[in-house]
């Protein structure tokens, strides 16, 4: 019981410090890409500092459901970022819920922020949630798909499991049904975290935004809240990718040694999947929003295969 | 030792007679006006009568006598006055035109006959009523056409006092057979029966009139008012 | 109001000789010429029972049509005046049921034929009643196709009697008698025998309205005043039935059940086929319970068809229920026409059930019994009529059956919802004549009380009624 | 511990509702004492049967017993055992909800309508309703499920002054009609090879039925069962019913009748039968499959608050149907424990389903009770008036969308659980399905989500959109505390979920003989496990405490924020043009444009805009703007069918043509063929 809080708190801290760091290095990544100066890696910290330290502006027309959004976002942020193994095949919150209880967690908080938007009555937020529950939804099924195949094999939907069972075959991610897995997923994450070519994170007050359009109303600490959400998501779904496909340097034991090693692979793994993001998102030009299910199909379909090649190979 | 009557010669005239009776019916078939048909009716249920007399004769079946006396005098008697007296009190006009024309109306009459003849094959026993027998065969199937012919007649003409001698027509086929076959049914069902087709008669002759004084012609293919 | 007592008598004395029956078995009065087993009795019976729920009724709707001058209009077209109308049908009344109770209780099978015919005869005039020139149609119809389907059934009747000669060789007065009959029809002449069936299927199914002999019924039912309708529609088709049902045995006797259970399934599914369409589509509420009766006649003969303990159960429980249930709808269709002097649906805005209550809520309820949905009782017999059809291995038909059942429930409550549903077109408010409202009344309580409680004298009635067509 | 045996309490709550029923009649002139009987006595009834059936879930044992029916042929004989437990429970809770709420909802009616005649139909339905799930006899169980039928249609068209509301009873009873046929000849096909109505004496059947007529006796009973359950593509009453109907009935509805289609499958698949072919199984699945995605994508569609959860209950239907369906390929498959949890899955789903359906209809109701309208366009910003309501239906949304920690989300998690179970216990190809099954499941929860995420904002968030939403009321206390119940169910059976799982062991283990519920639960009883095959784990109670945890920073950063900086309310962004207003509103059309763009294959949507212009085209003065779906299974499926009928039946009157020659000719033919046949031996 200790053992698990004093994990959990470990794993929240590191929660809390890496994801911000994370998009941080994504932002000066791609700008140094594409030959700019760019913030710094530490810019998302700033940006949260800042936010929170600033008076928020509450649309006349909203109710309590506006502000209950930030909250839940940032609530099944973290919960969800407790049940995934970071730098150990043990999370604390791996026995509370497997990759479905990530999956529905995720959707809870999208849910709220989505009636968030809603409620303030703008046709700005009423257009972001509309197009973030489309594209989440049609993106849902790829993501299982593809879940499932790394669940069938570890024959568990809990994520230590998988972990777990991963660490036993550390090279199977040449198995073609896993290659297909993680390109599905792959474009998953690029959906669901809300970057090109789905949806632009970097712009406001454009018809084609998703996700800022439907937090236009959000300010101050509610911002901050939602911002920081966002990012631990996107961390939780990098996580997810690196740490079920390669778990190289995942230890079973909790030694500092161990946690270090664990660590330091853990944020390798990152920095190249952060890469790979940068190179996609700095080499494709944004999509038009129904072009965005054909992608998604693709997604579904590589998942399809991946599922069937389980038991042809 | 009084005068054996001679089943033979009983059987040729049963056979004569019946011919002739189908002969009239056809006859009828062809017939235009009403007042003849009506006359043929006439003269075909008295040979009805005469040959359940002959049977009776034959046959010493003394209950026959009462039928045909009372086929006489109903059929051949009282109901062709009745219809004529109707007739006269609707003054309907003379010409009937049937659905069908004369000559195949009377081809279709003789495929009745042939249909009767093969029907009466077909149930037809001489060995079991062995002395009285030969008059079945012939006189059977005559009564057989002599029905559906009547029921032909029924679909095929126009006026609603048609209608009724085919229908009487139709009767008396039944009447045929009856004898025929079974020297006539029990005496109660022979009166209840003659009751009734009187009866049928006069409500049937009450319809006509009415028909007769509300549309103004007796021309039962009028009458589709009520439909789908 | 005499009739109504006379019949209230007439059915304690159908209760009576059903105690008899059921008590002592079948007897016989007059050396032979009256016969009675459990199967007249419960016709008689039935007759009984309908004839007094008529009268009741046609004591209400009679004193509105006096009221609302119908009569008076007929008065120019048949030439007499409204009282002699009213004379005319409670003389022509005691006839029919006289005619009825004799097709019951008649020995000789000639005698049955006569009653049938008198049946016929007396209410002819019923149909003609109004006098207008479609009703004098309808007559005619009525009286012509009749006449020969009678005449078809008496030529049936002549060779019965000449196949049974062959065996009981004496043309006595008892030649024709159902007690002796009944013995050896084991002996019969087959070939006679199945042409005989032949005939009287198609004669007394004439009366029956078995489709394609049906085309009267609707005319007939359309023209007649309701109660007469009513009359026809149960008292007289249980009667036909009832020749039919004698003959079935003889045959079924003499020629084993197979040769008559085909044709009897091919001419009942024929006549159910041939009711739906005219019930799907309809424009007038009383022609639709003309086909709804051919229907249901359908029903009867396709249970007698299936035969075996299970079908004629299904058959006698079906005509009980039948002639409890259907002069309920038609005093309801009547209440309905009275009230908005039509009878097409086209006229009807709808919305009875504000300016009807009563009426319009038995008409609903009755549309569902009639329809054979449960709880009502029509379900049992239909149900025991379906166990009967797989119990002879008769799927297909089985499928017909249940599928010919659906459309008729569905066309039905389309035109009966369509008539008593809806917004209140502002009718002044009927239900008032006290004779109409308990005949109603009484009646709708009585079918949903069937529904649940059958009471059991007359079920060992129908039993043993089952036994005698059964031959046990 | 048993204060009264099974039989008599079972009596006891069919009398409550049998007085309800007829003591409501009796008094339909006195309005509100009619109400009083009828809500009173319904809520005795669903108490009694409430405690009855958790007797009975305890006990575990059948008790079968059988009363003399008035009829001969038959007699009314019972059987109490786990199954018919399960749902009287069910049904149990939705009355207590529903019966309270009514106290209030039924006060508009006083003086408008008959309550007496209601409070018949209404107590006639859930008497009819108790007795299907307790029949133990084809006959009785036929029985009940007409008069089941025949009540709900009359509850339907109670406001039959409605020309769409009759169409829509007329559809509802005839496919009633329809499905009962089936049942009828299936019925007839058991009782032909026993002999007997008794559901007893059909269970050894199974082994001697034929291939054919196993066939025969499946079709039959999945065509009667599917079509009262409502799924695709027998749907189409469905909701043009359910709407129609006042809410409170509604509920009912899309609640616990459309679930006697669930219960028969179970009853007659699983118990009567003991298990049906693996095709069969498939079949299921597959329906479920198909009837769940199309039913949330119809839903989507719909801005009639109560038709979107009729459509919803299609949806839920359907992924009932997919854990039965596994279940039934399990069974015979020999995998009897995960048939078990497949069963649960199911089962419980159904229970949830009942629950926050009923919830939801309930929201609706008193939503239209307020507005008056079931438009969503019209609606909007009802959350400031009606807070209580609001926050209930929220639940509900929450709910039915799948979303932990609520029940929802439990049934769908154990569902996924036993597909993908299914991919290791089932050999060849078809083991593909589970997984597939399990995406499209996916695909439908997030669905759901977006249709709850509309229906909910438009309906009571940011500002009204019509004048029917400007000044509303809270609806009733009865009606608030009929809601509240069952939202708390709702969150009890998802949070509980681990204390609840026991009850399914009777269940289990009548049909399947297996008692699982002791592997479905881990950690301290805390966790629910997946069991037997994949184990995963999942606990509802330890997520919603962590989340709850979890926010406390969050709202101690915020609440600093605010505290040091202030928090003010001021006007939405308006890009800079004044007096932002309703019109500027997102609708509910709007929000499904997307998906209408994406599925436009499915939907088939026809759109017209109309302008009309003042001095030049580029400045329209009004814009109509119009889309609508195409309806196709009434449109390719059902239209034709009809259209046929009646072609046919107006080409068959000419044979009553009126003219007495046609109709002796037809005797005369008849007359001449018969006596040919006659002759020929």
Same mark, same amino acid.
């Given at each position: 019981?200790?053992?698990?809080?004093?994990?959990?708190?470990?794993?929240?801290?590191?929660?809390?410090?890496?994801?911000?760091?994370?998009?941080?290095?994504?932002?000066?990544?791609?700008?140094?890409?594409?030959?700019?100066?760019?913030?710094?890696?530490?810019?998302?910290?700033?940006?949260?500092?800042?936010?929170?330290?600033?008076?928020?502006?509450?649309?006349?027309?909203?109710?309590?459901?506006?502000?209950?959004?930030?909250?839940?976002?940032?609530?099944?942020?973290?919960?969800?970022?407790?049940?995934?193994?970071?730098?150990?095949?043990?999370?604390?919150?791996?026995?509370?819920?497997?990759?479905?209880?990530?999956?529905?967690?995720?959707?809870?908080?999208?849910?709220?922020?989505?009636?968030?938007?809603?409620?303030?009555?703008?046709?700005?937020?009423?257009?972001?949630?509309?197009?973030?529950?489309?594209?989440?939804?049609?993106?849902?099924?790829?993501?299982?798909?593809?879940?499932?195949?790394?669940?069938?094999?570890?024959?568990?939907?809990?994520?230590?499991?998988?972990?777990?069972?991963?660490?036993?075959?550390?090279?199977?991610?040449?198995?073609?049904?896993?290659?297909?897995?993680?390109?599905?997923?792959?474009?998953?994450?690029?959906?669901?975290?809300?970057?090109?070519?789905?949806?632009?994170?970097?712009?406001?007050?454009?018809?084609?935004?998703?996700?800022?359009?439907?937090?236009?109303?959000?300010?101050?600490?509610?911002?901050?809240?939602?911002?920081?959400?966002?990012?631990?998501?996107?961390?939780?779904?990098?996580?997810?990718?690196?740490?079920?496909?390669?778990?190289?340097?995942?230890?079973?034991?909790?030694?500092?040694?161990?946690?270090?090693?664990?660590?330091?692979?853990?944020?390798?793994?990152?920095?190249?999947?952060?890469?790979?993001?940068?190179?996609?998102?700095?080499?494709?030009?944004?999509?038009?929003?129904?072009?965005?299910?054909?992608?998604?199909?693709?997604?579904?379909?590589?998942?399809?295969?991946?599922?069937?090649?389980?038991?042809?190979? | 030792?009084?005068?054996?009557?001679?089943?033979?010669?009983?059987?040729?005239?049963?056979?004569?007679?019946?011919?002739?009776?189908?002969?009239?019916?056809?006859?009828?078939?062809?017939?235009?006006?009403?007042?003849?048909?009506?006359?043929?009716?006439?003269?075909?249920?008295?040979?009805?009568?005469?040959?359940?007399?002959?049977?009776?004769?034959?046959?010493?079946?003394?209950?026959?006598?009462?039928?045909?006396?009372?086929?006489?005098?109903?059929?051949?008697?009282?109901?062709?006055?009745?219809?004529?007296?109707?007739?006269?009190?609707?003054?309907?006009?003379?010409?009937?035109?049937?659905?069908?024309?004369?000559?195949?109306?009377?081809?279709?009459?003789?495929?009745?006959?042939?249909?009767?003849?093969?029907?009466?094959?077909?149930?037809?026993?001489?060995?079991?009523?062995?002395?009285?027998?030969?008059?079945?065969?012939?006189?059977?199937?005559?009564?057989?056409?002599?029905?559906?012919?009547?029921?032909?007649?029924?679909?095929?003409?126009?006026?609603?006092?048609?209608?009724?001698?085919?229908?009487?027509?139709?009767?008396?086929?039944?009447?045929?057979?009856?004898?025929?076959?079974?020297?006539?049914?029990?005496?109660?069902?022979?009166?209840?029966?003659?009751?009734?087709?009187?009866?049928?008669?006069?409500?049937?002759?009450?319809?006509?009139?009415?028909?007769?004084?509300?549309?103004?012609?007796?021309?039962?293919?009028?009458?589709?008012?009520?439909?789908? | 109001?005499?009739?109504?007592?006379?019949?209230?008598?007439?059915?304690?004395?159908?209760?009576?000789?059903?105690?008899?029956?059921?008590?002592?078995?079948?007897?016989?009065?007059?050396?032979?010429?009256?016969?009675?087993?459990?199967?007249?009795?419960?016709?008689?019976?039935?007759?009984?029972?309908?004839?007094?729920?008529?009268?009741?009724?046609?004591?209400?709707?009679?004193?509105?049509?006096?009221?609302?001058?119908?009569?008076?209009?007929?008065?120019?077209?048949?030439?007499?005046?409204?009282?002699?109308?009213?004379?005319?049908?409670?003389?022509?009344?005691?006839?029919?049921?006289?005619?009825?109770?004799?097709?019951?209780?008649?020995?000789?099978?000639?005698?049955?034929?006569?009653?049938?015919?008198?049946?016929?005869?007396?209410?002819?005039?019923?149909?003609?009643?109004?006098?207008?020139?479609?009703?004098?149609?309808?007559?005619?119809?009525?009286?012509?196709?009749?006449?020969?389907?009678?005449?078809?059934?008496? $030529?049936?009747?002549?060779?019965?009697?000449?196949?049974?000669?062959?065996?009981?060789?004496?043309?006595?007065?008892?030649?024709?008698?159902?007690?002796?009959?009944?013995?050896?029809?084991?002996?019969?002449?087959?070939?006679?025998?199945?042409?005989?069936?032949?005939?009287?299927?198609?004669?007394?199914?004439?009366?029956?309205?078995?489709?394609?002999?049906?085309?009267?019924?609707?005319?007939?039912?359309?023209?007649?005043?309701?109660?007469?309708?009513?009359?026809?529609?149960?008292?007289?088709?249980?009667?036909?039935?009832?020749?039919?049902?004698?003959?079935?045995?003889?045959?079924?006797?003499?020629?084993?059940?197979?040769?008559?259970?085909?044709?009897?399934?091919?001419?009942?599914?024929?006549?159910?086929?041939?009711?739906?369409? $005219?019930?799907?589509?309809?424009?007038?509420?009383?022609?639709?319970?003309?086909?709804?009766?051919?229907?249901?006649?359908?029903?009867?003969?396709?249970?007698?068809?299936?035969?075996?303990?299970?079908?004629?159960?299904?058959?006698?429980?079906?005509?009980?229920?039948?002639?409890?249930?259907?002069?309920?709808?038609?005093?309801?269709?009547?209440?309905?026409?009275?009230?908005?002097?039509?009878?097409?649906?086209?006229?009807?805005?709808?919305?009875?059930?504000?300016?009807?209550?009563?009426?319009?809520?038995?008409?609903?309820?009755?549309?569902?019994?009639?329809?054979?949905?449960?709880?009502?009782?029509?379900?049992?017999?239909? $149900?025991?009529?379906?166990?009967?059809?797989?119990?002879?291995?008769?799927?297909?038909?089985?499928?017909?059956?249940?599928?010919?059942?659906?459309?008729?429930?569905?066309?039905?409550?389309?035109?009966?919802?369509?008539?008593?549903?809806?917004?209140?077109?502002?009718?002044?408010?009927?239900?008032?004549?006290?004779?109409?409202?308990?005949?109603?009344?009484?009646?709708?309580?009585?079918?949903?009380?069937?529904?649940?409680?059958?009471?059991?004298?007359?079920?060992?009635?129908?039993?043993?009624?089952?036994?005698?067509?059964?031959?046990? | 511990?048993?204060?009264?045996? =099974?039989?008599?309490?079972?009596?006891?709550?069919?009398?409550?509702?049998?007085?309800?029923?007829?003591?409501?009649?009796?008094?339909?002139?006195?309005?509100?004492?009619?109400?009083?009987?009828?809500?009173?006595?319904?809520?005795?009834?669903?108490?009694?049967?409430?405690?009855?059936?958790?007797?009975?879930?305890?006990?575990?044992?059948? /008790?079968?017993?059988?009363?003399?029916?008035?009829?001969?042929?038959?007699?009314?004989?019972?059987?109490?055992?786990?199954?018919?437990?399960?749902?009287?429970?069910?049904?149990?809770?939705?009355?207590?909800?529903?019966?309270?709420?009514?106290?209030?909802?039924?006060?508009?009616?006083?003086?408008?309508?008959?309550?007496?005649?209601?409070?018949?139909?209404?107590?006639?339905?859930?008497?009819?309703?108790?007795?299907?799930?307790?029949?133990?006899?084809?006959?009785?169980?036929?029985?009940?499920?007409?008069?089941?039928?025949?009540?709900?249609?009359?509850?339907?068209?109670?406001?039959?002054?409605?020309?769409?509301?009759?169409?829509?009873?007329?559809?509802?009873?005839?496919?009633?009609?329809?499905?009962?046929?089936?049942?009828?000849?299936?019925?007839?096909?058991?009782?032909?090879?026993?002999?007997?109505?008794?559901?007893?004496?059909?269970?050894?059947?199974?082994?001697?039925?034929?291939?054919?007529?196993?066939?025969?006796?499946?079709?039959?009973?999945?065509?009667?069962?599917?079509?009262?359950?409502?799924?695709?593509?027998?749907?189409?009453?469905?909701?043009?019913?359910?709407?129609? &109907?006042?809410?409170?009935?509604?509920?009912?509805?899309?609640?616990?009748?459309?679930?006697?289609?669930?219960?028969?499958?179970?009853?007659?698949?699983?118990? =009567?039968?003991?298990?049906?072919?693996?095709?069969?199984?498939?079949?299921?699945?597959?329906?479920?499959?198909?009837?769940?995605?199309?039913?949330?994508?119809?839903?989507?569609?719909?801005?009639?608050?109560?038709?979107?959860?009729?459509?919803?209950?299609?949806?839920?239907?359907?992924?009932?149907?997919?854990?039965?369906?596994? &279940?039934?390929?399990?069974?015979?498959?020999?995998?009897?424990?995960?048939?078990?949890?497949?069963?649960?899955?199911?089962?419980?789903?159904?229970?949830?389903?009942?629950?926050?359906?009923?919830?939801?209809?309930?929201?609706?109701?008193?939503?239209?009770?307020?507005?008056?309208?079931?438009?969503?366009?019209?609606?909007?910003?009802?959350?400031?008036?009606?807070?209580?309501? &609001?926050?209930?239906?929220?639940?509900?949304?929450?709910?039915?969308?799948?979303?932990?920690?609520?029940?929802?989300?439990?049934?769908?998690?154990?569902?996924?659980?036993?597909?993908?179970?299914?991919?290791?216990?089932?050999?060849?190809?078809?083991?593909?399905?589970?997984?597939?099954?399990?995406?499209?499941?996916?695909?439908?929860?997030?669905?759901?989500?977006?249709?709850?995420?509309?229906?909910?904002?438009?309906?009571?968030?940011?500002?009204?959109?019509?004048?029917?939403?400007?000044?509303?009321?809270?609806?009733?206390?009865?009606?608030?505390?009929?809601?509240?119940?069952?939202?708390?169910?709702?969150?009890?059976?998802?949070?509980?979920?681990?204390?609840?799982?026991?009850?399914?062991?009777?269940?289990?283990?009548?049909?399947?003989?297996?008692?699982?519920?002791?592997?479905?639960?881990?950690?301290?009883?805390?966790?629910?496990?997946?069991?037997?095959?994949?184990?995963?784990?999942?606990?509802?109670?330890?997520?919603?405490?962590?989340?709850?945890?979890?926010?406390?920073?969050?709202?101690?950063? /915020?609440?600093?924020?605010?505290?040091?900086?202030?928090?003010?309310?001021?006007?939405?962004?308006?890009?800079?043009?004044?007096?932002?207003?309703?019109?500027?509103?997102?609708?509910?059309?709007?929000?499904?444009?997307?998906?209408?763009?994406?599925?436009?294959?499915?939907?088939?949507?026809?759109?017209?805009?109309?302008?009309?212009?003042?001095?030049?085209?580029?400045?329209?003065?009004?814009?109509?703007?119009?889309?609508?779906?195409?309806?196709?299974?009434?449109?390719?499926?059902?239209?034709?069918?009809?259209?046929?009928?009646?072609? /046919?039946?107006?080409?068959?009157?000419?044979?009553?043509?009126?003219?007495?020659?046609?109709?002796?000719?037809?005797?005369?033919?008849?007359?001449?063929?018969?006596?040919?046949?006659?002759?020929?031996?």
């Amino acid at each position: 019981m200790i053992e698990v809080l004093i994990n959990s708190t470990l794993q929240l801290v590191l929660l809390l410090l890496v994801a911000p760091l994370v998009s941080g290095t994504i932002k000066t990544l791609k700008a140094r890409l594409q030959m700019r100066r760019g913030p710094g890696i530490l810019q998302s910290y700033r940006d949260i500092l800042k936010l929170l330290r600033k008076g928020m502006v509450i649309p006349e027309t909203a109710s309590w459901i506006f502000s209950a959004a930030p909250y839940m976002v940032f609530g099944t942020a973290t919960m969800v970022g407790l049940m995934i193994p970071m730098t150990t095949t043990h999370a604390p919150f791996s026995l509370f819920g497997g990759v479905l209880a990530v999956v529905y967690l995720l959707a809870l908080g999208r849910f709220f922020l989505a009636l968030g938007g809603l409620d303030t009555g703008s046709s700005f937020g009423g257009l972001g949630s509309s197009r973030e529950m489309t594209i989440s939804a049609i993106a849902e099924p790829a993501m299982m798909l593809a879940i499932f195949t790394v669940a069938l094999g570890a024959n568990s939907t809990n994520l230590s499991e998988m972990a777990k069972v991963a660490v036993g075959q550390s090279w199977r991610f040449l198995a073609p049904s896993q290659m297909l897995a993680f390109a599905a997923l792959f474009i998953v994450l690029i959906a669901e975290t809300g970057r090109i070519p789905v949806d632009n994170p970097a712009t406001h007050l454009e018809l084609t935004m998703i996700h800022e359009a439907m937090i236009l109303e959000y300010s101050g600490p509610y911002l901050a809240l939602i911002e920081w959400g966002a990012s631990i998501k996107q961390l939780v779904l990098m996580t997810l990718l690196v740490n079920t496909f390669f778990p190289f340097g995942l230890s079973s034991d909790w030694t500092l040694q161990t946690i270090g090693v664990g660590l330091t692979f853990y944020l390798a793994k990152l920095l190249v999947l952060a890469c790979l993001v940068v190179l996609v998102e700095t080499s494709n030009a944004k999509l038009r929003l129904f072009r965005v299910p054909e992608l998604l199909m693709v997604a579904f379909i590589l998942g399809a295969l991946a599922l069937i090649s389980t038991f042809l190979f | 030792m009084p005068f054996v009557p001679n089943p033979e010669i009983g059987n040729r005239i049963i056979t004569l007679m019946a011919a002739l009776v189908l002969v009239l019916q056809i006859a009828a078939v062809g017939q235009r006006g009403i007042v003849s048909s009506i006359r043929l009716f006439a003269v075909q249920s008295f040979l009805l009568g005469a040959i359940a007399a002959v049977i009776a004769y034959f046959n010493q079946a003394s209950h026959i006598y009462i039928a045909a006396l009372l086929t006489v005098l109903l059929k051949a008697g009282l109901l062709p006055r009745l219809l004529e007296r109707l007739m006269e009190r609707i003054g309907i006009r003379r010409e009937i035109e049937p659905l069908i024309n004369v000559p195949l109306s009377i081809l279709i009459s003789g495929g009745l006959t042939l249909l009767g003849y093969v029907v009466a094959e077909s149930f037809y026993h001489p060995e079991e009523t062995s002395a009285r027998a030969a008059l079945g065969h012939n006189t059977l199937a005559v009564a057989i056409a002599l029905f559906l012919i009547g029921f032909f007649v029924m679909v095929n003409r126009r006026k609603a006092l048609t209608q009724v001698l085919g229908l009487l027509s139709l009767e008396n086929g039944l009447f045929l057979a009856a004898i025929s076959l079974t020297y006539g049914m029990p005496l109660v069902v022979e009166i209840g029966i003659f009751f009734d087709v009187l009866v049928a008669v006069l409500v049937l002759g009450i319809l006509v009139f009415r028909i007769g004084e509300t549309f103004d012609s007796m021309d039962v293919s009028k009458l589709r008012k009520l439909r789908e | 109001m005499v009739n109504v007592a006379a019949f209230a008598i007439l059915l304690g004395l159908a209760a009576v000789l059903v105690a008899r029956v059921l008590r002592s078995g079948p007897f016989s009065l007059w050396d032979g010429f009256f016969y009675a087993d459990a199967l007249s009795a419960l016709v008689v019976l039935l007759s009984a029972f309908v004839s007094l729920v008529c009268s009741i009724y046609a004591v209400g709707y009679f004193r509105r049509e006096e009221s609302s001058g119908v009569l008076q209009e007929a008065k120019e077209v048949g030439g007499r005046f409204a009282v002699d109308k009213l004379r005319e049908y409670y003389a022509l009344m005691p006839f029919l049921v006289f005619a009825m109770t004799l097709v019951a209780l008649a020995n000789n099978l000639g005698i049955l034929w006569v009653a049938v015919e008198g049946t016929t005869l007396a209410s002819v005039f019923l149909v003609t009643f109004y006098g207008r020139d479609t009703s004098l149609e309808a007559g005619w119809k009525y009286a012509i196709i009749g006449g020969v389907g009678l005449s078809m059934a008496l $030529f049936g009747t002549i060779l019965t009697y000449y196949s049974a000669y062959g065996a009981l060789g004496t043309d006595t007065l008892a030649g024709l008698n159902w007690s002796v009959l009944a013995e050896n029809a084991a002996q019969f002449d087959k070939p006679t025998m199945r042409l005989a069936f032949i005939l009287i299927l198609l004669g007394y199914g004439t009366k029956a309205g078995i489709a394609p002999m049906h085309t009267w019924k609707p005319d007939a039912y359309s023209e007649a005043p309701i109660p007469g309708a009513a009359m026809l529609a149960t008292g007289v088709l249980n009667c036909a039935l009832y020749g039919l049902v004698r003959f079935y045995i003889l045959t079924s006797k003499c020629l084993g059940p197979q040769f008559g259970s085909r044709i009897l399934i091919l001419f009942g599914l024929l006549s159910m086929g041939v009711a739906v369409p $005219f019930i799907l589509v309809q424009k007038n509420f009383r022609r639709l319970l003309a086909y709804s009766s051919i229907d249901h006649s359908g029903i009867m003969l396709l249970a007698l068809g299936f035969g075996g303990p299970l079908g004629i159960l299904g058959m006698l429980l079906h005509m009980t229920f039948h002639s409890v249930t259907k002069p309920l709808l038609f005093f309801c269709a009547g209440n309905v026409q009275q009230h908005l002097n039509t009878d097409l649906f086209r006229k009807a805005k709808g919305g009875l059930i504000h300016s009807m209550p009563l009426t319009g809520a038995a008409f609903l309820l009755v549309t569902l019994a009639v329809t054979g949905s449960p709880p009502f009782s029509f379900f049992q017999s239909e $149900f025991t009529i379906l166990r009967a059809g797989f119990a002879r291995d008769h799927f297909v038909l089985a499928i017909f059956f249940v599928s010919f059942l659906v459309l008729v429930f569905s066309g039905f409550l389309v035109h009966v919802t369509g008539l008593v549903l809806g917004e209140n077109p502002g009718l002044p408010a009927a239900d008032t004549c006290r004779w109409k409202k308990y005949s109603v009344a009484g009646l709708a309580i009585l079918i949903v009380v069937m529904g649940f409680w059958i009471p059991a004298p007359l079920f060992t009635l129908i039993k043993g009624a089952v036994g005698i067509v059964v031959g046990g | 511990m048993y204060i009264l045996s =099974v039989n008599t309490g079972f009596a006891l709550s069919v009398a409550a509702y049998a007085v309800g029923a007829f003591g409501s009649l009796a008094c339909w002139q006195k309005p509100s004492l009619a109400r009083r009987i009828c809500c009173n006595f319904a809520l005795t009834g669903a108490v009694l049967g409430g405690l009855i059936s958790v007797l009975a879930i305890l006990r575990g044992t059948p /008790v079968a017993w059988s009363v003399p029916s008035g009829i001969p042929l038959f007699a009314y004989s019972f059987s109490y055992d786990a199954l018919a437990g399960f749902f009287n429970l069910a049904l149990a809770i939705l009355v207590a909800a529903v019966s309270t709420y009514s106290f209030g909802y039924l006060k508009e009616f006083e003086g408008k309508r008959n309550i007496g005649l209601f409070g018949f139909l209404f107590n006639l339905l859930l008497l009819s309703l108790t007795v299907v799930f307790t029949a133990a006899n084809a006959f009785l169980f036929l029985i009940a499920w007409e008069v089941m039928a025949l009540a709900a249609y009359g509850l339907v068209i109670f406001y039959h002054e409605d020309r769409e509301t009759r169409r829509a009873g007329l559809l509802y009873v005839i496919m009633a009609h329809i499905d009962a046929g089936c049942l009828l000849l299936g019925f007839a096909l058991l009782i032909n090879s026993t002999g007997s109505a008794e559901f007893a004496s059909f269970r050894p059947l199974s082994a001697q039925l034929n291939g054919g007529q196993q066939t025969a006796a499946f079709v039959l009973f999945f065509l009667g069962f599917t079509i009262k359950a409502g799924v695709i593509p027998f749907h189409i009453w469905l909701p043009a019913a359910h709407p129609v &109907a006042p809410s409170n009935v509604s509920a009912l509805l899309s609640g616990i009748v459309i679930k006697t289609g669930i219960y028969g499958m179970a009853r007659i698949f699983l118990d =009567v039968l003991g298990g049906v072919p693996s095709w069969a199984g498939l079949l299921v699945l597959i329906v479920g499959v198909v009837s769940a995605v199309l039913g949330v994508l119809y839903a989507l569609m719909e801005h009639d608050l109560k038709r979107l959860l009729a459509y919803h209950s299609i949806e839920n239907i359907g992924i009932i149907l997919m854990g039965l369906g596994a &279940a039934l390929i399990f069974r015979v498959a020999g995998h009897p424990t995960l048939a078990a949890v497949a069963l649960i899955a199911a089962m419980f789903h159904t229970l949830n389903h009942a629950i926050f359906k009923c919830l939801l209809f309930l929201g609706a109701g008193s939503v239209l009770h307020s507005t008056g309208t079931r438009n969503m366009e019209e609606m909007g910003g009802l959350i400031r008036p009606m807070p209580v309501t &609001a926050f209930c239906f929220l639940i509900g949304a929450v709910a039915i969308s799948g979303l932990p920690p609520l029940n929802g989300f439990v049934s769908e998690w154990l569902t996924y659980q036993a597909l993908l179970a299914g991919f290791g216990a089932i050999p060849g190809l078809t083991r593909i399905l589970f997984p597939l099954a399990g995406s499209m499941l996916a695909l439908t929860g997030a669905l759901a989500a977006a249709c709850f995420v509309k229906a909910f904002a438009i309906t009571f968030l940011a500002l009204p959109r019509g004048a029917e939403s400007r000044n509303v009321h809270e609806a009733p206390r009865a009606m608030l505390i009929g809601m509240g119940g069952l939202t708390l169910a709702c969150a009890v059976l998802g949070l509980g979920v681990t204390w609840f799982l026991p009850v399914f062991d009777a269940m289990t283990e009548q049909l399947l003989g297996q008692r699982v519920s002791s592997h479905l639960v881990s950690g301290h009883g805390l966790v629910l496990s997946a069991g037997v095959r994949t184990s995963g784990t999942v606990s509802p109670l330890v997520i919603a405490v962590g989340l709850l945890v979890l926010m406390l920073p969050a709202a101690l950063l /915020v609440a600093i924020g605010v505290r040091s900086f202030g928090r003010k309310r001021g006007p939405v962004w308006d890009c800079g043009l004044p007096g932002l207003s309703e019109e500027n509103e997102y609708t509910a059309t709007a929000f499904s444009k997307a998906l209408r763009m994406i599925f436009a294959v499915l939907y088939k949507p026809r759109r017209e805009i109309q302008a009309v212009f003042d001095v030049s085209p580029y400045f329209p003065k009004e814009i109509r703007f119009e889309s609508e779906i195409e309806p196709t299974f009434e449109k390719r499926l059902y239209a034709p069918l009809q259209e046929f009928l009646f072609r /046919v039946s107006s080409r068959m009157r000419t044979i009553q043509a009126g003219s007495i020659h046609a109709y002796l000719a037809y005797i005369f033919v008849t007359l001449v063929l018969l006596l040919l046949f006659g002759v020929r031996k």
